[in-house]
């Protein structure tokens, strides 16, 4: 069975500043898809970001990034620029190739402050 | 136009009773899920459903019980309520491109407060 594990229950950062996220993940599989969804206090899960396993290259949206690193097993997220709407809790989630189903981390909660 | 929709958004109900969460997703996906979050705020797998069919039930006690109509559509129904059941419940969808199930997307969520 696949674990994800979220090593940072909170966190904090000023606005306009960076501040990245950490994640690792266990599992046996070679084929896998890795994702970031943000939940502000709207309870809405909303998709940050999505990694192909197979690809070398770090996907990048807007003022996210992700560093994988495959052999380390290690997803983690950076936000540059953080605006104060970017407060929320922010998990990271695993998909195997079949994808029936996300196995979740525990959560980290970001406070981006003024 | 919302993708996945969940109702209702919020449901207050006494232990013992029954109830049930509706979900249905207009994105044309063949794959629904259910996930619960509890109040730590981890999320967990509970069923997943393929064109109507069950692929994944996860320890969830038969109380609960998943209803897909149709593609569209996936319902929880909850039977007998207990304290513990009290939760966000998530409805996601998602869809099979090229041998691959691509990334799932989430209703709203439905908070569940069992007195």
């Known amino acids: 069975a696949q674990t994800v594990t979220q090593s940072q229950p909170e966190m904090s950062v000023q606005e306009a500043e960076t501040v990245t996220l950490s994640c690792t993940y266990d599992t046996s599989e070679n084929n896998y898809y890795l994702f970031w969804y943000k939940q502000p206090p709207s309870r809405q899960m909303i998709l940050v970001i999505r990694?192909?396993?197979?690809?070398?290259q770090n996907a990048t949206e807007n003022r996210f990034s992700v560093n994988f690193q495959k052999a380390a097993k290690s997803f983690s997220l950076k936000i540059s620029d953080s605006q104060l709407g970017d407060t929320a809790m922010y998990f990271c989630?695993?998909?195997?190739?079949?994808?029936?189903?996300?196995?979740f981390g525990g959560g980290t909660r970001l406070m981006v402050k003024p | 136009d919302t993708a996945v929709s969940q109702t209702p958004k919020y449901l207050v109900t006494q232990m013992g009773n029954d109830k049930s969460i509706k979900c249905e997703q207009n994105l044309g996906h063949d794959t629904m899920y259910w996930y619960k979050q509890d109040s730590k705020k981890f999320l967990k797998i509970m069923f997943s459903y393929n064109n109507k069919e069950l692929i994944i039930n996860e320890t969830v006690p038969n109380r609960f019980s998943p209803k897909s109509p149709d593609k569209a559509h996936l319902n929880l129904h909850i039977n007998s309520l207990e304290l513990g059941d009290s939760a966000v419940y998530f409805c996601?969808?998602?869809?099979?491109?090229?041998?691959?199930?691509?990334?799932?997307?989430f209703g709203p969520g439905t908070r569940l407060l069992v007195l």
């Open positions: 989630a695993f998909n195997n190739n079949a994808g029936n189903m996300l196995t």
């Open positions: 996601a969808s998602s869809q099979v491109l090229g041998g691959v199930r691509e990334t799932q997307y």
């Open positions: 990694q192909e396993a197979y690809k070398q």
